[in-house]
C-alpha cells in the first residue's frame, strides 16, 4: 500500500517555473515506478512524465520534453517535477502516481495509487 501527497502547486505567470512534490508512504518505494500526470477542465486525464525505480530512466510527453525534469529521491521516498517555461495550456490539476513493478509506464490505468492532485495556474 503506497499513500501519496503532493505539494507545490500554485500560480505563476508564463514562462515562470514551479517544482511540485510527492512523498509517498512505504518500506520500498524504489520498487515503484512514479508518474505525474495532469487533467486540465474538460479534458481527460493525461500523461506528462515518467521515471523508474531506480531513477535510472524517465520519459516525457512530447508537450513538456525540454520544459519538465522528473526526478526521484529514494531515501527520502519522494518525486519531483521541476517545471519550467510554463505556458497557459500547462494549467492543470496535477497528479503524483505509483505503479508496483519498477519498470516506467505511460498509460493511467497502469498506476495503481494516486495523490490528492495540485493545482498549477499559469496567468499571461
Known amino acids: 500500500q503506497v499513500q501519496l501527497v503532493e505539494s507545490g502547486g500554485g500560480l505563476v505567470q508564463t514562462g515562470g517555473s514551479l517544482r511540485l512534490s510527492c512523498a509517498a508512504s512505504g518500506r520500498t518505494f524504489s520498487s515503484y515506478a512514479m508518474g505525474w500526470f495532469r487533467q486540465a477542465p474538460g479534458k481527460e486525464r493525461e500523461f506528462v512524465a515518467t521515471i523508474t525505480g531506480s531513477g535510472s530512466s524517465t520519459y516525457y510527453a512530447d508537450s513538456v520534453r525540454g520544459r519538465f525534469t522528473i526526478g526521484r529521491d529514494n531515501a527520502k521516498n519522494t518525486v519531483s517535477l521541476q517545471m519550467n517555461s510554463l505556458k497557459s495550456e500547462d494549467t492543470a490539476v496535477y497528479y503524483c502516481?505509483?505503479?508496483?513493478?519498477?519498470?516506467?509506464?505511460?498509460?493511467?490505468?497502469?498506476?495503481?495509487?494516486w495523490g490528492q492532485g495540485t493545482q498549477v495556474t499559469v496567468s499571461s
Open positions: 502516481a505509483a505503479k508496483s513493478g519498477a519498470a516506467y509506464y505511460i498509460r493511467a490505468s497502469g498506476f495503481g495509487y
